[in-house]
């Protein structure tokens, strides 16, 4: 049947039928042509009437994990098939790695200090960033009032700045609201119980109370408005309640009591015991920065700057958001981490413009250009990604943005750190002088990244080997056409897409690829970790966990680069793309770089594998012989219809 006709109503009839129900499922989620799974009992599962099922191509059981072979409408076979079950699934998890197994995993880890501060980044991360957007809008209103207020002569006490000013500081005083919904949503309880913690702390009854009392034990005064960390505390205790009492009441009374005594219980904890010792660390942290700030502040100011590429590289960055927040709260200003990211992160911007005016490829000019004014206006990922780790080099020129450390500078709004942020630099006992010394923080950082990439690319001498400075080539395609008999008869030649010993599909661990279900072509193990594109032709498809890049040629072609076999799982933390949707790429180019070491660690196989989707428009194909080879080598030959 084809996907036009595929009667989702009836698939998913068959699939809950023949999968055990939706009470044996887990997780569902999908890669780039997989349907899958994961059940808490495979006895329930009956593979042989899976087959049978429109659109399903393919079988196979990995665990608890049924992988359902769709194709490159996977997507959509998906959607089709979510819609139509009563299953609850979190956003967070679609398309990508599944809850149950993340879970499993850091139950499965060696409890070091590595994975420890791994997992609790990761806590704050998405506990955090999705209050962001309150943050940055809430910031830059702040920013702009202060300005208003400046230069503009705008009555503090009139009515228009009362509105602004109230719009503007809500996003911060009620921060505990916010955090505590999302740290909820973490913690797999009702994000409204985690708000309703939040809006408790924020109440006039309890925020900076002094003289109160609960059982007659004294509560301490303690500020709650516009902090994150008795939120996050408070939430984690709340959630260990709430699951443990709807375990063990009766199932009859936990819709009313599990929230009532959960929140009851758990509020005197945090205003007795979690409040105090969260606010006392925070005024520490404070008054440590502040300490740090007057006694050597252009010496941390330096070093944040130079090493915040490779925060913002590992993600690690994120983890410095709740001790900017706390500086806010405390002082009003920060002093360190925003500061020293907003002369950091134009000079990688910086860095990214100098590679591009050093290179003769058109590809590389276009975006460095356009990576580069991001990168000045404080969104560094595409400098980053695109050309300070394809060309180290870059990063080391980057590194400029440290001599701004010496104006120290404060800078008074959770503005993503760069061009953008200046207007936040108003604060401070001298807030113009502030503005100033950022200003010229900023221009120097820029000057000095890009002179140093500049110099960094022109005495090197092996430059012309990395794809971002190899010269665009006549022929954007791999195609190939020849005369017989008047007929025209079109070709297209597969590249190697990496180093390494060359195999036919047969060879392959995975039944489903070995068998040709997914289409054919060959499968190489890499020696290297460098990815090349096996055709030329535009980037058609980018899988969110980046094992998978599908390429279309002007044919019509449609080949699918995969990266390892069951990578889906590694969440994309092995993968380096260079590429984008819609980019055009030759064969040879690169596209990608895969950790080889960091997947064989997960258990996984590097086995890169290049596959012909759309197998209508294949006449035939040259066979495969297993041998060496190696990148950009010439491997097959396919004849098209």
């Known amino acids: 049947m084809s996907k036009e006709n595929w009667n989702f109503n009836k698939i998913s009839k068959q699939l ?78 679609k398309n990508n790695m599944n809850q149950s197994k993340s879970d499993s995993a850091f139950t499965n880890k060696k409890l070091s200090i590595k994975n420890i501060l791994s997992i609790i980044l990761d806590f704050i991360s998405g506990v955090v960033l999705p209050v962001m957007p309150v943050f940055v809008g809430a910031g830059f209103l702040m920013a702009l009032l202060n300005l208003a207020k400046t230069f503009f002569n705008l009555n503090p006490n009139g009515g228009t700045a009362t509105v602004l000013s109230a719009i503007s500081s809500s996003g911060f005083f009620f921060l505990p609201v916010f955090v505590g919904f999302y740290a909820a949503n973490k913690m797999k309880i009702p994000g409204a119980m985690g708000a309703f913690l939040g809006a408790i702390l924020t109440s006039s009854t309890i925020n900076s109370v002094t003289g109160l009392s609960f059982l007659g034990l004294h509560v301490a005064k303690t500020q709650y408005n516009g902090t994150v960390l008795p939120a996050i505390l408070g939430v984690i205790v709340l959630a260990f309640l709430y699951r443990a009492l709807n375990h063990y009441l009766p199932k009859e009374i936990t819709y009313f009591f599990t929230p009532l005594i959960s929140i009851v219980i758990t509020i005197p904890i ?6 105090p010792i969260s606010n006392t660390i925070s005024n520490a942290l404070a008054a440590g920065f502040a300490l740090l700030s007057a006694k050597a502040n252009w010496l941390a100011f330096a070093l944040y700057s130079a090493l915040n590429p490779i925060l913002v590289m590992f993600g690690i960055d994120k983890g410095f958001i709740p001790i900017v927040i706390n500086n806010m709260s405390k002082m009003g200003y920060d002093t360190l981490i925003y500061p020293a990211a907003m002369t950091s992160n134009p000079a990688m911007g910086a860095a990214a413009l100098a590679v591009a005016l050093q290179s003769h490829k058109l590809k590389t000019r276009g975006e460095g250009f356009s990576a580069g004014i991001t990168g000045i206006l404080g969104i560094t990922e595409p400098s980053i990604f695109g050309f300070l780790l394809p060309y180290r080099r870059a990063l080391f020129g980057a590194i400029g943005g440290l001599v701004g450390g010496i104006f120290q500078v404060k800078q008074g709004a959770l503005m993503s750190p760069g061009l953008i942020s200046l207007v936040s630099y108003f604060v401070g006992k001298n807030p113009t002088a502030n503005f100033t010394f950022a200003v010229i923080a900023l221009i120097v950082s820029v000057i000095s990244g890009f002179t140093i990439t500049t110099i960094l690319i022109r005495t090197d001498t092996n430059r012309m080997e990395n794809n971002l400075f190899i010269a665009d080539r006549s022929n954007n ?60 032709g535009t980037i058609s498809t980018i899988f969110p966990t980046k094992h998978a890049i599908g390429i279309t040629t002007p044919t019509g072609l449609e080949v699918l680069l995969h990266l390892g076999i069951d990578t889906v799982n590694l969440a994309g933390a092995p993968f380096t793309l260079t590429i984008h949707n819609g980019d055009k790429v030759n064969a040879g180019d690169n596209v990608a770089k895969m950790d080889l070491q960091q997947i064989k660690k997960a258990g996984k196989q590097t086995t890169v594998i290049v596959l012909i989707t759309n197998m209508n428009k294949v006449k035939s194909i040259q066979p495969i012989i297993s041998r060496n080879v190696s990148k950009n080598e010439k491997i097959a030959m396919v004849n098209l219809t």
Request: contains cysteine.
């Open 16 to 93: 809950l039928a023949n999968i055990g129900g939706v009470s044996n499922i887990n997780d569902i989620y999908h890669c780039a042509t997989r349907l899958r799974i994961v059940v808490k009992d495979t006895s329930l599962v009956n593979e042989n009437n899976i087959k049978k099922i429109d659109g399903i191509l393919g079988v196979m059981i990995k665990g608890n994990e049924v992988q359902n072979v769709i194709g490159q409408q996977v997507d959509e076979y998906y959607n089709g098939v979510i819609s139509k079950i009563n299953f609850k699934k979190n956003d967070s998890t």
């Open 270 to 275: 945090v205003i007795l015991v979690i409040g």
């Open 477 to 536: 395609s791999t195609l190939i056409t020849s005369q017989n008999a008047g007929k025209s008869a079109t070709q297209e030649q597969l590249y190697a897409p990496t180093s390494g010993t060359l195999n036919p599909l047969s060879k392959v661990s995975d039944d489903l690829i070995a068998d040709k279900t997914l289409g054919d072509g060959f499968a190489i193990e890499p020696s290297t970790d460098q990815i090349l594109s096996p055709v030329g």
